[in-house]
């Protein structure tokens, strides 16, 4: 029941905020992500019903399975083909935005936290190289503007990125586990997660050119169970892939976004009872009611009592400012080839969930018995979260905005 009335909550809330935003000329999605803050923090005022509403575990099932369709749904408005066009430029764009803030969150660490260890310090870089895919996907989707070459390479960029992200993190932990036991690195561990991001990725996109026609022929099969079964075949082949990456060690989007991505409307065009509807528009619907979800979930797990800690908000104003500047970064990939530089660049600024799944771990890693990120540490990161995240939406329309009236100039 508490559940329940927590969703209907979640679900009023983000209408109306997203209302808010929208007439202010801002993409909803950061009315979501403001309101979530709010709900989040109403202990600070004495309120406590909502404090367990994030960790629930329905909710948290429910937010999850929200961002599993927001990538689904924005992997469909591109295919394989118009992503390899970019496959290049997105790559060096991501290389570049993970190895630039990396190099800056270690100098930040040992400039401010000297009596901090060296694996600290490194640790602070590599929750700098996340990218949260699902923050940028969804103002792109807010401003029609996923199809455009330049969110082709961001949003293919940011699943590069989270690859790139996680076995930086990988090895840094392990380097943490080995040196805390004693120990050297395990490399293999490392050469087996790359190894599984790269037969993910092409697994699925064989699947998409091999496979998906004819698991779609045997779906029109079901016909009778009406037509609802063209969504449901292509959630079987978004979660399976999701659930496949989580196996892997990698995040559950990246499969969600190969999915979205291999799948292609020739494969379904002589599904009975579909017309001219295409998979998109059949998961617009199911998206529109679960993404906010997400989004405002994501929002109550900021706690706004972190700005208390004494020295917190310097490292965050560090950490911010190499985290913007680290993105930045990414531009220099796509100079000379006729694209928005500066937007590519504002639309992998966002850490969103996945630095603070970062940051979390963080907290968990110990070398002898001191923690490697302390909580004034991590309430700095959290920080630095939350403003790269609100920061991101109205800038990259501001960007883009400003992209369209030069065009049309």
Same mark, same amino acid.
């Given at each position: 029941?508490?559940?329940? @009335?927590?969703?209907?909550?979640?679900?009023?809330?983000?209408?109306?905020?997203?209302?808010?935003?929208? +007439?202010?000329?801002q993409?909803?999605?950061?009315?979501?992500?403001?309101?979530? *803050?709010?709900?989040?923090?109403?202990?600070?005022?004495?309120?406590?019903?909502?404090?367990?509403?994030?960790?629930?575990?329905?909710?948290?099932?429910l937010?999850?399975?929200?961002?599993?369709?927001?990538?689904?749904?924005?992997?469909?408005?591109?295919?394989?083909?118009?992503?390899?066009?970019?496959?290049?430029?997105?790559?060096? /764009?991501?290389?570049?935005?993970?190895?630039?803030?990396?190099? %800056?969150?270690?100098?930040?660490?040992?400039?401010? @936290?000297?009596?901090?260890?060296?694996?600290?310090?490194?640790y602070? #870089?590599?929750?700098?190289?996340?990218?949260?895919?699902?923050?940028?996907?969804?103002?792109?989707? =807010?401003?029609?503007?996923?199809?455009?070459?330049?969110?082709? !390479? !961001?949003?293919?960029?940011?699943?590069? =990125?989270?690859?790139?992200? @996680?076995?930086? @993190?990988?090895i840094?932990?392990?380097? !943490?586990?080995?040196?805390?036991?004693?120990?050297?690195?395990?490399? $293999?561990?490392? /050469?087996?997660?790359?190894?599984?991001?790269?037969?993910?990725? *092409?697994?699925?996109?064989?699947?998409?050119?091999?496979?998906?026609?004819?698991?779609?022929?045997?779906?029109?099969?079901?016909?009778?169970?009406?037509?609802?079964?063209?969504?449901?075949? $292509?959630?079987?082949?978004?979660?399976?892939?999701?659930?496949?990456?989580?196996?892997?060690?990698?995040?559950?989007?990246?499969?969600?976004?190969?999915a979205? %991505?291999?799948?292609e409307?020739?494969?379904?065009?002589?599904?009975?009872?579909?017309?001219? +509807?295409?998979?998109?528009?059949?998961?617009?619907?199911?998206?529109?009611?679960?993404?906010?979800v997400?989004?405002?979930?994501?929002?109550?797990?900021?706690d %706004?009592?972190?700005?208390?800690?004494?020295?917190v908000?310097?490292?965050?104003?560090? &950490?911010?400012?190499?985290?913007?500047?680290?993105?930045?970064?990414? #531009? &220099?990939?796509?100079?000379?080839?006729?694209? =928005?530089?500066?937007?590519?660049?504002?639309?992998? !600024?966002?850490?969103?969930?996945?630095?603070?799944?970062?940051?979390?771990?963080?907290?968990? &890693?110990?070398?002898? +018995?001191?923690?490697?990120?302390?909580?004034?540490?991590?309430?700095?990161v959290?920080?630095m979260?939350?403003?790269?995240?609100?920061?991101?939406?109205?800038?990259?329309?501001?960007?883009?905005?400003?992209?369209? +009236?030069?065009?049309?100039?």
């Amino acid at each position: 029941m508490y559940a329940i @009335l927590v969703l209907a909550l979640i679900l009023g809330a983000a209408a109306l905020a997203g209302h808010a935003a929208a +007439r202010v000329g801002q993409p909803p999605v950061l009315g979501e992500l403001v309101v979530g *803050v709010l709900l989040g923090n109403l202990g600070l005022v004495g309120v406590h019903i909502l404090d367990a509403a994030p960790s629930d575990a329905t909710i948290q099932a429910l937010a999850q399975v929200g961002v599993l369709l927001l990538l689904f749904q924005v992997g469909l408005q591109s295919t394989v083909r118009e992503m390899l066009q970019v496959g290049g430029t997105a790559t060096l /764009v991501a290389v570049l935005g993970v190895a630039t803030p990396f190099a %800056l969150g270690w100098g930040v660490g040992a400039w401010l @936290l000297p009596a901090h260890s060296p694996y600290a310090h490194a640790y602070l #870089g590599a929750t700098l190289t996340a990218t949260s895919v699902g923050i940028t996907a969804r103002v792109l989707a =807010d401003l029609h503007a996923a199809r455009a070459p330049e969110a082709r !390479i !961001i949003l293919g960029a940011a699943v590069i =990125d989270d690859v790139l992200g @996680l076995v930086i @993190l990988a090895i840094v932990s392990g380097a !943490i586990a080995a040196a805390g036991a004693g120990a050297s690195l395990a490399w $293999g561990a490392i /050469v087996i997660l790359v190894a599984k991001a790269a037969g993910l990725l *092409v697994g699925a996109a064989l699947f998409g050119k091999f496979a998906a026609p004819g698991f779609f022929r045997l779906a029109s099969r079901l016909r009778q169970a009406g037509p609802g079964v063209l969504l449901s075949a $292509g959630l079987v082949i978004c979660f399976t892939l999701s659930g496949l990456a989580a196996a892997a060690g990698l995040a559950p989007i990246v499969g969600a976004y190969a999915a979205g %991505l291999v799948l292609e409307d020739a494969h379904w065009r002589e599904f009975p009872g579909s017309g001219a +509807r295409s998979m998109e528009e059949l998961v617009r619907p199911v998206a529109a009611l679960l993404v906010p979800v997400f989004f405002v979930t994501m929002g109550m797990r900021v706690d %706004l009592s972190a700005f208390a800690h004494p020295g917190v908000l310097g490292l965050a104003a560090a &950490l911010t400012a190499a985290a913007i500047v680290g993105k930045q970064a990414c #531009g &220099l990939g796509a100079l000379g080839r006729g694209l =928005d530089a500066r937007s590519i660049g504002i639309g992998m !600024i966002p850490r969103g969930e996945v630095g603070l799944i970062f940051a979390g771990l963080g907290l968990t &890693l110990t070398l002898g +018995r001191e923690r490697i990120i302390d909580p004034a540490v991590f309430s700095a990161v959290v920080i630095m979260v939350i403003v790269t995240t609100l920061l991101t939406p109205p800038a990259l329309k501001w960007s883009l905005d400003r992209r369209r +009236r030069t065009t049309l100039a």
